[in-house]
């Protein structure tokens, strides 16, 4: 697959190509993986290491195929996997949290090096010390060019930075951590019981200009504002995710294969997207089909609802993100899962009070961080951008096999006030037909909001 790169990608491959150090802090969804990957290429780079959350292994193993033609991966599960002859490691974070773990060990005690290794989600690693920091302390010697990924260096105050800073670019940090934060950071010493002894707490961040300097060389910053100019109106991508089998029955998962592959084979592998997508909208009419799809979606939950989440704790604070799907159970579950991000729902059954609250609440209160709506419902006649709701991220769980739909309900958030490039992601269960079935509608979708910018023109 050939598509140019953006020009702020180019800037940090050649970057990370030259072996300057950096953290790359591009904000999320404008091309941080890809980024890398072109760095290995241009640096033809054979072992890489890559460190990321369990919600973005099949991620980078979906890029890796689309940028890196022939290049070869392993996801390590195991010792053994460390040492397999493939270009990319991938290794979770997860595995790296396991203290003494087998893979952990092997990983600090490896006979060779690798060339390069990418921390995606590099914010998990701010803490002074927990287990997958120490992990990552103690293979550094083994991982060549550390290159932190993340759109959120900084979540709390400035002392999140000092562990990167101090793996990563110890030469141009240059100070231990207590004379960092004297330095950075607003400490103070508390006592928490009557007769507990003072620990020494930081409540906040000091002398920024001063770090900002500091840190120029190494801190790569690039935010969607930056380069609105260059994205296209939305950006359109898919997302695998892992299928959690034991919520799909097995004459339902037959079902969906059979129907669907029979479909694909009748059409023919080149029909146009028109012809495809037609015909998936005929199907969803039949009733056993329409039973299978809710259970594909309730099957998708476990994964989505951790990619929401990491998504979620991956943006500043003041960010919030819109979530699409269609049954009325995969909603209702949705919005238990992410509860604690003050949800707020809008389905056919939500009553015009209800509708119109649903929508205060999201585009008012900054405790609701998260929008659940049901395509048909709130595809349409809603904005939900605003002064106080910053909002350009957008999840379908579920999409519609109607492209014009899913077109719709992105343009939630692609309106007059929008200020960043929207980026729509389509969650697909890795391995299934839906994988098939939502990369048709990616690029039926791309082609609707390439041919009407409904930013300029505006949508219903």
Known sequence: MSKPLFPHQHQGA???AERTPTYLGYDMGIGKTRTFIEAVLLRRAKRVLIICPASAVLVWKREIGLWHPGGTFV???SPADLSRPVNYTIISHGLMSQAKGPVVE?????????EMTAI??????????????NALRRAAPRLGDIVPLSGTPMRNHAGDLYTLLSVCWPKGLGMARHEYEDRFCKVVHKRFNRNGPMVRVIEGSKNLDTL????????????KEDVFKDLPAIIWDQIPIPLDRSALTGHDAELLEKT?????AREGATASLDVMTAALARLDKHVGLMTVRRMLGLAKLRGATEYIVDMLDSLPDNRKVLVFAHHADVIAALHRHLGEYSPAVLTGSTTPREREEAVDKFLMDSRCRVFIGNIQAAGTAITLVGPKCKCSDVVFVESSW???DNAQAACRVHRIGQHDGVVARMLSAAGTIDDLVNGLLVRKARDFTQLFDTQQTGAK
């Not at 995606?120 to 920091?133: G, I, K, L, T, W």
């Open 14 to 16: 050649m970057r990370l």
């Open 75 to 77: 996801i390590a599960k």
């Open 106 to 114: 092997e990983l600090c005690n490896l006979s060779f090096g690798f």
């Open 120 to 133: 995606d989600e590099a914010h998990a690693f701010n803490a002074p010390s927990n287990n997958r920091v």
């Open 212 to 223: 900002k300097k500091l840190i120029a060389p190494f801190m790569l910053r690039v935010r």
């Open 260 to 264: 669907l592959s029979e479909v694909f």
């Open 402 to 404: 109607t492209p014009m």
